[in-house]
Each structure stands twice: as C-alpha cells, then as structure tokens.
Nanobody, 129 residues
C-alpha cells in the first residue's frame, strides 16, 4: 500500500525557516513527479513546488519562488521542502503528493491538483507576524 507521511510542520515567526519532509513508501509507487501543495482555511488547495523523478527539473509557484526549495533523497525515498523567509500568508496545511501519470510536460500539468493521485495526511505550518 502506498503511503506518504509528511513531517516538520510547526509554529514559527515570520522570517524564520522550516523544512518539511515527506517519506514515501515505494512498494507500488511509480517514479513520477513529486509535488508539494498547501491549503489555507477557506481556500482551495494550491500548488507550491514539484520535482520530477530524475530530480533535474523543479517548478515553483510564483508566491514561493526564491524562498522555498524542493529536493529529494532517493536513497531514503524522501522529498523535502525547505521554506525560508516565511510569511504569515504561508500559513496552511502542507501536503506532499505523487503524480498519477508520467511525464507531466507542461507547467500547467505539473501544477494541476487533479494530476496527483497519492497524497499524504498533511502537516500544519503556522507563521506568526
């Protein structure tokens, strides 16, 4: 059974950093694009960042570009999201996900929630001002 387990969330002050981790069980999981999404209260789930299975292509939402960095450790089957210079508007539940199909070619495809079929339970990130 496929499992994605996020960790690393918490409460931080604006300007500080957090690193989220997503441990992925790979028994039945194809090496497809991995992504991070977030959902704030009352808002739709939105794309944050993604990395392809070879690790040579990344994509970021404009709102986090230059502050967040996605990476992976294939030896540990773990995807990370390093979040620097956090802002109160980054407050949300953060989810990691794995794509349903491969490859995702266009940026629109990579950013689409509906193209991801495996999801973690989410980890809360709260940024205070």
């Amino acid at each position: 059974q496929v499992q994605l387990v996020e960790s690393g969330g918490g409460l931080v002050q604006a300007g500080n950093s957090l690193r989220l981790s997503c441990a992925i069980s790979t028994r039945a999981l194809p090496p497809y694009t991995r992504g991070w999404f977030r959902q704030a209260p009352g808002k739709e789930r939105e794309f944050v960042a993604a990395i392809n299975w070879r690790g040579d292509r990344t994509l970021y939402a404009d709102s986090v570009k230059g502050r967040f960095s996605i990476s992976e450790d294939n030896t540990k089957n773990t995807v990370y999201l390093q979040m620097n210079s956090l802002k109160p508007e980054d407050t949300a539940v953060y989810y990691c996900a794995v794509a349903l199909v491969s490859p995702l070619v266009t940026n629109q495809d990579i950013m689409a929630v509906t193209n991801y079929g495996y999801w973690g339970q989410g980890t809360q990130v709260t940024v205070s001002s």
